[in-house]
């Protein structure tokens, strides 16, 4: 017949609604609260420590300043002394030609009275406008002629005199001035030099001396000793 039921096969079959084996493993939820780091973080609004030192105000009153008086020094005046001068007052466009010992350049013709007087044998001098200013120190007052812009003036006179002249005698060395002049003129060329103390005159010049030496025989020199 037909509907015979089959022979069982020996083996159950599985429904196919059987539960799945669990895998062994629940998965963590994902609404965890986290795990703490262990670190409580510092609330912003904490009170910052005090530093200790308690500012100054500043509307601190001001210490009062000692006002000084000051003093005033009433500066003496140092007096003036006026050097006398040791020249003539000065003769405006005189010249004196020739007997020239040196030149000098100075814009002032006050300044060849000075030069004059510290220059042995100087006796006169004259100031040109020469070459923005030049002295011409003398020493003789020579022939007196006009020239333009001149001004002239002699050195005042020494006192003092000379022992009487020695023929073919000469004082060697020690000269502080070599002066073309006559014999005749030595000792008051001498004169003019506060550190002269004799001459020597040996042809047609006069050799004044800051010192005397050893007197020894010269043909035709003369020497003189100032007192």
Known sequence: ???????????????????????????????????????????????????????????ITPKPTTAVTPTTTKATPTPTTTKPSVCDKPVDGVDYYGHDIKSTQRSNSDDCCDDCAKTPGCVVYVW??????????????????????????KVTKSVGSCQAAQSNVDYYGNDIARISADKDDCCALCLTADNCKGYSHYQGHCYLKGELGYASAKAGVTSGVRN
């Open 1 to 59: 017949p037909t509907n015979i039921t089959p022979k069982p096969t020996g083996t159950t079959p599985c429904p196919t609604n059987i539960t799945p084996k669990p895998t062994g493993t629940t998965p963590c939820p994902t609404n965890i609260t986290p795990k703490p780091t262990g670190t409580t973080p510092c609330p912003t609004n904490i009170t910052p420590k005090p530093t200790g030192t308690t500012p100054c105000p500043t509307n």
């Open 128 to 153: 040109t406008p020469w070459n923005d200013g030049t002295c011409f120190l003398k020493w003789k007052a020579g022939k007196s002629a006009p020239y333009w812009g001149a001004k002239a003036a």
